[in-house]
């Protein structure tokens, strides 16, 4: 295929998708991921796409919102990677809420053998992940169905979480900036992302390293109100990625990297502490400022007793 007909097809693509992972693209017109990377490149300078880190979307400074077809297909390992991770925060017999996304999905999939958990969501794949879980309650909020992510929003959904609180929400979105926290490309979303994290004591947020760096529509989640940030090690080439999380770290966020290799070493950033605001004061009762830690070095911080139920939460999932 020459150049100009892959082009063509790749940018047929990502508008009818409007975001496609390269993996994705090189599979479709059956060549290596770095001719894509070329051919992505090619038609970025000329205004046609933009590119994010493991795809290419279209163009314009807030990216449009794909649906959860295309959603699926983008940095799938590491998605996987986050959720194993984040699943170690969890314990037996707490009471939390999952928001709605492809990482909280896989997430609710390792949350399955949690004994006496109580998952509160807005997402029909996070309960349909969790519907045979014998020992974990699941209650979904009401509202209105969205159909590009299966989610439940609207008043029904925001009214129905007024007067829940939790130890911890799980959250996700379509950017993460130190400046400006986690934000999503739909206002429907967004807010009951918002009632969400009110009901919840500490707020993790799950985002692969493709999101660092991108800014969409409406603000989820502000920096300063973000307890820990799960994500997976970005490529030594992305300077984006790692001066965000540099970013993040310096504003008191608790950053865990699933993947990383070793211990903490030179993966450690340190972190400027600082009082909690809003309802993380009231579950934590202490500043927050771990720095940006790989997943070894987060679990080896724990007592005896919260290493054990890791130990033995791993031990399920295998």
Not at 14 to 43: F, H, K, M, P
Not at 78 to 102: M, P, Q, R, S, Y
Not at 168 to 195: H, P, Q
Not at 268 to 275: G, H, K, L, Q, S
Request: no cysteine.
């Amino acid at each position: 295929m020459f150049a100009a007909e892959r082009r063509q097809l790749i940018l047929e693509m990502v508008r009818a998708n409007g975001a496609v992972s390269l993996r994705e693209l090189a599979r479709v017109v059956q060549t290596s991921e770095v001719t894509v990377r070329r051919d992505v490149r090619a038609l970025e300078a000329e205004g046609l796409l933009d590119r994010r880190h493991g795809g290419a979307v279209l163009p314009g400074g807030f990216t449009r919102e794909s649906g959860f077809p295309q959603k699926s297909h983008l940095a799938t390992a590491e998605k996987t990677a986050i959720a194993d991770l984040a699943a170690n925060f969890v314990e037996e017999g707490e009471a939390i809420v999952v928001g709605a996304g492809t990482t909280t999905q896989e997430l609710a999939r390792r949350l399955a053998r949690v004994p006496g958990l109580t998952v509160v969501t807005n997402s029909l794949l996070v309960a349909q992940a969790l519907a045979h879980a014998n020992r974990v309650e699941v209650v979904m909020t009401g509202g209105t169905l969205r159909g590009s992510n299966y989610a439940l929003v609207g008043s029904g959904a925001e009214q129905s979480l007024q007067g829940l609180r939790v130890s911890r929400a799980f959250i996700s979105g379509s950017g993460l900036t130190a400046e400006r926290g986690l934000s999503t490309s739909n206002m429907l979303s967004a807010s009951v992302d918002r009632a969400l994290v009110q009901a919840a004591a500490e707020v993790v947020v799950l985002a692969d390293h493709t999101k660092l760096g991108t800014d969409t529509m409406f603000q989820t989640v502000p920096t300063d109100v973000i307890t820990r940030l799960v994500t997976d090690e970005p490529p030594g080439h992305d300077d984006r990625a790692h001066t965000e999380l540099q970013a993040l770290a310096d504003q008191g966020v608790q950053i865990a990297v699933a993947g990383a290799t070793g211990a903490s070493g030179g993966d450690e950033v340190p972190a400027r502490r600082r009082a909690l605001p809003g309802p993380r004061a009231a579950g934590a009762g202490r500043a927050v400022g771990a720095g940006l830690r790989t997943a070894a070095s987060v679990l080896g911080e724990q007592g005896p007793a919260e290493r054990e139920r890791a130990r033995v939460a791993d031990l399920r999932r295998r």
